[in-house]
C-alpha cells in the first residue's frame, strides 16, 4: 500500500475552461497526492510563476502549448502536454508540424525530447524534469488495440483499415457551424477523411511500440453524442493466426494493466459507449472470421483519451500505481 501521507505535489492547470481541462481539474481535486493550486487560461497564463509548482498540465491548443512548455521546463517545473504540440517526433518535425497542424512549431528540440504518454506501453519516467506528451484522443483508442497485435506479428500490416467516430466534445469547446446540435443530431458525419492529425501520430508510435511500419486507411466520424470513442479496427491476420492468438496477446500485454477489459466476443456491453464513459477504461473486443479480424476499441475520449491519462502520467513521473486519483471513476450506466 503506497504511503499518501507525505506532502502534497504542487499542480498547475492552463487551459482549465476547455472540456478536456474541466475533467482534468476533477480528477486532481480528487486526487489524494496532487494539490491544485493554479488555474489559468492561455491569456493569464504570463502571470504564472512556474516555480510554484512540481507540475503544470498544458490542456491548451498546440500552438500555445509549444510557447508555454518550454518556458515552464526551463525552470525546472515537469509540464504534461494534452495538445497535439509534442507528439511527433519525426524525422523531419518542423515538416510535419506545418503539415498536420499548420503550425511552425517554435520547439522542436523540446518535441526530440518529449515522453509519449502512452499508458502502459510508455517507457518508465525517470527524469525529475519531464516532458509528457498526452496521447491524442483517436490514437490512445486505436493504439491501444493495435498495439498487442503488431508487437506479437499478428497482422497483415499492409491490410488494416481504422474506422473511428467520437462525440463532439473531441472537437473542443470553440463555436463551429458544423458541431452546432442542429447539424449534428441524427448525424453520422466523417470529417478529415484520410488527413485528421492523429494519423501520423499512431503511424509513428506503431513503429515505436508495436516496432510495425503501418499506412492503414483511417477515417474519423462525428457522433450526435457528447462523448466517448469507437474505433473499429479491421486486418487480416497473419498466416497460421488465429483468435486465440489474438487473446493471448491483448492478455499478455495487458496482464499488469488493470485500466483495459478485454473480450473475444463483441457484445453490447463492450461495445457501449455508457459502458465506458466516466471511466478510465478501454474496452477492446474483437471476433475473427475466417482470416479476417474484425476489432473495437472503446474509451472516453475526455477522459483516456485525455484527463485521466494525463493523471496516469502524473502518477508515473511520481512513482505512484497508475490507478491513484482514478479509482472512483464509473460508467455513466
Known sequence: MHN?????????VVGGSGYSGQELQRLLLKHPCAEMKGLFNSQTSSTMN????DVVFLATPAEVSAELAP??????????????????????ISGSY????GLSHPAVGWVKDAHYGLVPWASPIENE??????PG???????????????????VADSIVIDAKSGTTGAGKKAVESQLF????GECLPYKVGIHQHLPELKLHAQTFGDTAIDPFFTTSLLPTRRGIIAGIYAKLAAGKD????LAALQSSYADYPLVEISSEVTRDMVSLKKVVGTAKTHISFSVVGDKLYLFSCLDNLLKGAASQAVENFNLIHQFPVTTGLEHLEAII
Open 50 to 53: 512556474p516555480k510554484d509548482y
Open 71 to 92: 518556458r515552464i521546463l526551463e525552470q525546472g517545473v515537469s509540464v504534461i502536454d494534452l495538445s497535439g504540440a509534442f507528439r511527433l517526433a519525426t524525422d523531419n
Open 137 to 155: 484522443c483517436f490514437a490512445s483508442a486505436v493504439l491501444m488495440g493495435l498495439l498487442p497485435l503488431l508487437s506479437n506479428d499478428l497482422l
Open 98 to 101: 506545418l503539415a498536420w497542424y
Open 4 to 12: 499518501y501521507s507525505l506532502s502534497k505535489i504542487q499542480v498547475a
Open 243 to 246: 483468435a486465440g492468438d489474438v
Open 182 to 185: 442542429s447539424e449534428v443530431d
Open 129 to 134: 524534469t519531464v516532458l509528457v506528451s498526452n
